[in-house]
């Protein structure tokens, strides 16, 4: 009967909880002080240029590597290390961001890439094969780097600062880094041709640099107190919904850039595109995820969370298959059909994304963890890292595939890896959901 009254009292707790969070929901980002606003506008400039940082590159560098007797494997390991680092490195940042604190880690972050960046541009000098190769990974490496301290520093503060909004926030990020990406290519491009290598790297390097200062006098960050031993990273990786959410976001990362080594030898080899043709599919991709980005976090704040997911996950399972199409579909090529369903997938792929840090921070904390910054931390480390992996693994995955057997059954492939995750998925909300169910009732069968 004490348990019984116990679990009463903890389920009126929990339903004030709801209430006061609902309440706060319900004001909606009036509610929020200047200083949240200011740290909003520092984030958001900071996944502009951390998105242009990333593939400002990717019109030129290769061209120039080829130049400096680079082979296509050896420019993909230069690519590669960005992420890698990332991976490695994501749960560190998390684990000692209490210790050092967020805004020394951001703002480390932020230097060290926009350094690294600049750096880059007196490559344009560098001439000797091995030289060129060991300094293109040496600087990739620390832009890695300090774009997992940043990205770890500011998705701890978007989780502290904006809890209620927490999925909306995180499209607004998305958005600006995809509006980057989509733009960065094309000014990278514009700058190497109107001043060569060096000037698009010192370009945003600059602009990075100028953010870093920004942030020193704009970005704010409260004081943190925790309780050191109850931080454990282990222990979080054996909560079943943190597994879950973790295996969510490795197969949604991996089929985020699983296109990226095959679109253009698909799409010129079976409908003859040139690289401009192939390129505004991609772009319109990423303007549709863009445009659906801040509707879905709006639904996910809302409670729709689980539902964005396994819907998002079917769907990009189902347009994988389309964009070939399979060989089993045996539907004869069409071009219309792969552009549709290359733009619909970004619909699906939006829908999957923006809900999921949410959820993983959302388990960390139904299992016990508390709801502080060390918590954050951890989970923004963890989900850093567990999305770098897949980036490094998706695009090796495809080319793969495709070399082996073709690109209809590599995507095909990718296409079941979604599949395979919503099945996952399904199952594992009906499980837990019964189980609690089971749990609740039982103290009023008792009774």
């Known amino acids: 009967m004490v348990e019984y009254e116990e679990m009463k009292e903890t389920s009126s707790d929990k339903d004030d909880e709801s209430r006061e969070t609902e309440k706060l929901k319900g004001e909606g980002f009036r509610k929020y002080s200047r200083r949240q606003y200011m740290n909003l506008v520092c984030l958001l400039l900071l996944s502009f240029f951390a998105g242009a940082c990333y593939v400002l590159m990717v019109p030129f ?35 000692i961001l209490v210790p050092v604190g967020t805004k020394p880690l951001y703002l480390g972050g932020i230097l060290l890439a926009s350094i690294a960046t600049i ?93 870093f200062i920004i942030s020193i006098f704009l970005l704010d960050s409260p004081t943190i107190v925790t309780d050191p031993p109850s931080r454990s990273s282990c222990r979080v990786l054996a909560e079943p919904h943190v597994l879950w959410a973790l295996a969510m976001i490795l197969c949604l990362s991996i089929s985020a850039d699983y296109l990226l080594p095959l679109a253009q030898p698909f799409f010129s080899a079976q409908y003859d595109l040139n690289q401009i043709e192939v390129g505004g599919i991609l772009t319109g991709a990423a303007v549709v995820f863009a445009i659906g980005a801040p509707i879905f976090g709006i639904l996910a704040d809302r409670g729709f969370h689980y539902h964005l997911v396994v819907i998002g996950f079917i769907g990009t399972g189902a347009m994988d298959m389309a964009i070939g199409p399979a060989p089993f579909l045996l539907i004869d090529h069409h071009l219309w059909i792969s552009i549709l369903a290359a733009l619909v997938m970004a619909i699906f792929w939006s829908m999957t994304m923006i809900p999921q840090f949410a959820i993983l921070l959302r388990g960390a904390i139904e299992a016990g963890f508390p709801d502080n910054y060390d918590t954050y931390g951890m989970m923004s480390g963890l989900f850093n890292s567990m999305w770098a992996l897949g980036a490094t693994l998706g695009p090796l995955m495809s080319g793969m595939l495709t070399k082996r057997y073709s690109a209809e059954w590599a995507l095909a492939n990718c296409g079941f890896l979604m599949f395979g995750i919503a099945l996952v998925s399904i199952v594992y909300l009906t499980v837990t959901q019964r189980w609690k169910q089971n749990i609740s009732s039982k103290p009023a069968n008792n009774n």
């Open 61 to 95: 560098f290769p061209g120039e590597a080829a130049k400096r007797g680079l082979s296509i494997f050896q420019i993909g390991v230069i690519f590669a290390s960005y992420q890698l680092t990332k991976f490695i490195t994501s749960p560190i940042f998390g684990y």
């Open 119 to 211: 750096l880059y541009g007196i490559l344009n000098y560098v001439h000797d094969y091995t030289t060129f190769l060991t300094l293109s990974i040496i600087l990739r490496v620390l832009e890695g780097l300090g774009s997992s301290a940043y990205h770890t520093a500011s998705f701890t503060i978007i989780a502290n600062d904006f809890k209620e909004h927490l999925s909306t926030v995180v499209s607004f990020w998305e958005l600006t880094s995809g509006i980057a990406g989509i733009g960065a290519p094309l000014l990278g491009a514009l700058l190497y041709e109107g001043g060569g290598f060096q000037l698009p790297f010192y370009l945003v390097g600059s602009l990075m640099f100028i953010l």
